[in-house]
């Protein structure tokens, strides 16, 4: 088996043993104040929009309500309701952005599901083109992310309001 050098993976190691054993990540994501080096793109009355710091693809955004909770029962009408319009903008924000030909969009609700925030209900947005799955992840385990994290960010941030934005 080839070894693929990836040092920048140890953080995602690190970072999601920690707060499954401490903390929630969106519960820290909301505390914080910076929002690009968080790749926090919006901040909503009962919602954030946030990049996935381990993408699938370019562009692979989370939706996550700002209250603590896990089952999706349990989201009180007006979060449920910024949750989905938040979804529908991403959606429109990466058809506009990058073209994408598809879209996986949905949720891992417990772990046995593979999420990897088991706390906190979070929907995921994965833009998708033809061939964008080729044979790095079949055959070297691989997956290739063809844009950098704050690239992405700059190209999204702009799209959603600046009265949400920090610096």
């Known amino acids: 088996m080839e070894k693929l ?8 190691i690190i ?18 104040t910076a929002d690009k ?7 909503g009355k ?16 989370m939706v996550a309500p700002l209250r603590h909770t896990a089952a999706l029962e349990t989201l009180r009408p007006a979060e ?32 046995v599901a593979g999420a990897g925030v088991t706390g906190h209900l979070h929907l995921h947005i994965v833009p998708r083109w033809q061939g964008d799955t080729n044979f790095m992840p079949v ?13 992405t960010y700059d190209r999204l941030r702009p799209h959603f309001s600046a009265s949400t934005q920090r610096k």
């Open 37 to 43: 080096p968080n790749l926090i793109l919006h901040r």
């Open 5 to 12: 050098w990836a040092p920048w993976r140890a953080d995602y």
């Open 80 to 111: 449920s309701a910024e949750l989905w319009k938040l979804l529908q903008r991403c959606v429109k924000i990466l058809k506009k952005e990058y073209h994408p030909q598809g879209f996986n969009i949905g949720a891992n609700l417990g772990a």
């Open 139 to 151: 055959l070297g385990e691989t997956k290739v992310v063809s844009e950098h994290l704050l690239t």
């Open 15 to 32: 970072k999601n043993a920690d707060c499954q054993k401490k903390r929630c990540l969106f519960c820290v994501l909301k505390k914080r």
């Open 46 to 61: 009962y919602a954030l929009v946030v990049m996935n710091r381990f993408p699938y693809n370019s562009g692979h955004l």
